[in-house]
């Protein structure tokens, strides 16, 4: 069980029982959209009323997994038809097949967790809304502000999408000499209605609770919401078209922006990167050094070949009606959650660009299909090396980096967080002595003998500097067990060398 998901689970509970609130501070950025994971659990107590588990969750941890495959599903069917449209009848395959066996991509399937169906609302939003803006069928118009309410209730993230929109339709209007269109009497309803049916839907999330709210009315936590509340004072009386429960997901996931990392209020410690905690600040190259070290070589090669093909086959009319609803997007989220994003705490937040990137590298695969036979030859090892590399680590996707990183016993002194360890391996005493015969779990003062002790164990980030484990940092580990776990055999010698006294 990973840290996020029980509280993801406790919160979607909470809904269901018709109490959407958000109770806790760890419940800022929790989802209705998880509520699905419930779905095994009330078919099981819908046919035994009695039924009654013990076991603090785990069986419905376990059964809400396997539902969580559906936004996997939902994204895979939106990349299908992507590609299918852009590249014809079989350049779907490769790009559909290098997502699905992407290691992120797998890990994340079946966590429950909000990226992934994060990533597949923004993959299929943007497919309905490129149709709509190329061939006017207002069936796309209204399944892309459907899918954009739903969107935004289930990631924060996505509420950038209301920039991101009106910037690819102004965009798309001034390539093609249409831009006359976005100031009719026309576009302004469709505007008005749009915002409209995403506001339902939103409401209809959160089945109306508590919307309609005053302005004046409402309780805030963050400086800015309250400010902003002060501000318009004058029109407090407004009612607010929105759930409350939705206006407190904003409002606590700025409260903990302004209360910074490594306080007692706070629900993350810090951004980590090469070895340096930040308790204020963020890394711009954050999501690039994460990307380097763990989108497999093969994967990161077929990428980089790509390029080319946009610069030097690039045509305005071709970027307006097939890659400006790929690149922009990537682009967006890239700048949102690199410069403006103080939750780095992770790659899974950049898992919702994945299907966009995957969508856009079928067009080095068409291109290879009518290429030369070397170009095949090459751009086929690049697949295979990426599956193998993937191989190399299942089941044990989560932490799984690339071959850049050689030692997979020192990847904690690159990168770290839930990218490697997010909680998915519980040390116990009867679970180390079952798997390790001989080990201990970690011992809190120098001493010799065999220890286990996990990643985020040793990079305490709630004590970094006063961590009863630091002493371990000078000792080198002598093996690792799921990629996570490190393994120490110390010797007295060893504790010598680094300066340390044993008890």
């Known amino acids: 069980m990973t840290f996020d998901e029980p509280q993801y689970l406790e919160y979607a509970k909470r809904w269901l029982q018709g109490k959407p609130e958000r109770v806790y501070l760890s419940d800022d950025s929790k989802s209705p959209v998880i509520a699905i994971c419930w779905i095994p659990r009330i078919i099981q107590q819908t046919l035994n009323p009695g039924y009654n588990l013990t076991d603090g969750g785990h069986k419905d941890q376990v059964a809400g997994r396997f539902v969580m495959i559906f936004f996997s599903l939902i994204t895979a069917l939106y990349v299908y038809w992507w590609c299918k449209e852009l590249y014809g009848q079989k350049g779907w395959f ?60 289930t990631k924060a993230s996505l509420i950038y999408v209301i920039i991101l929109l009106p910037a690819l339709a102004l965009i798309y209007y001034s390539i093609t000499r249409q831009i006359k269109m976005l100031f009719t009497i026309r576009s302004f309803v469709q505007t ?66 302004e209360i910074g990392a490594g306080t007692e209020r706070s629900t993350y410690n810090g951004v980590y990167l090469f ?112 599956f193998i590399s993937v191989a190399t680590f299942y089941p044990y996707l989560i932490p799984y ?16 967080d839930t990218s490697i360890d997010y909680n998915q391996v519980h040390l116990d005493h009867k679970q180390l002595t079952a798997s390790h015969p001989g080990y201990k779990v970690p011992s809190p003062v120098p001493d010799t003998g065999k220890y286990a002790i996990t990643m985020n164990q040793l990079f305490d980030k709630e004590n970094w500097e006063n961590s009863s484990y630091n002493w371990y940092k000078k000792l080198k580990p002598t093996g690792l067990d799921k990629y996570v776990v490190l393994l120490y055999d110390i010797k007295p010698v060893d504790l010598v060398e680094a300066g340390l006294k044993p008890k």
């Open 94 to 153: 490769l790009p559909l097949l290098l997502l699905l066996f992407d290691p992120l991509y797998l890990a994340y399937s079946t966590i429950i967790t909000t990226d992934l169906a994060c990533a597949a609302f923004l993959t299929a939003t943007l497919y309905h809304y490129r149709k709509y803006l190329l061939y006017k069928q207002q069936k796309h118009f209204y399944a892309s502000a459907i899918l954009t309410g739903i969107g935004i209730v």
């Open 275 to 386: 070895g340096e905690l930040k308790m204020k600040g963020t890394f711009w190259y954050y999501y690039f050094v994460l990307l380097f070290y763990k989108l497999p070589i093969g994967t990161m090669i077929l990428c980089t070949a790509c390029l080319p093909l946009f610069i030097k086959r690039f045509r305005i009319s071709g970027l307006a009606e097939k890659y400006l609803f790929l690149l922009l997007p990537i682009v967006f989220f890239w700048i949102i959650l690199s410069f403006f994003n103080p939750f780095q705490t992770g790659i899974r937040h950049i898992l919702l660009i994945f299907p966009l990137l995957f969508i856009g590298l079928g067009k080095l695969f068409q291109h290879v299909a009518m290429g030369k036979a070397q170009y095949k030859i090459l751009t086929s090892l690049a697949v295979i090396y990426t």
């Open 192 to 257: 008005v209605l749009y915002v409209a049916v995403t506001i339902t839907v939103i409401n209809l999330l959160y089945y109306f609770h508590s919307t309609f709210i005053p302005l004046s009315g409402m309780s805030f936590i963050s400086t800015t919401f309250r400010n902003m509340q002060n501000g318009l004072s004058g029109i407090g009386w407004i009612r607010v078209p929105l759930p409350s429960a939705f206006i407190q997901s904003l409002d606590l996931l700025q409260a903990q922006a």
């Open 401 to 416: 980096t690339n071959e850049f990183i050689t030692d997979k016993k020192t990847v904690y002194k690159k990168i770290l």
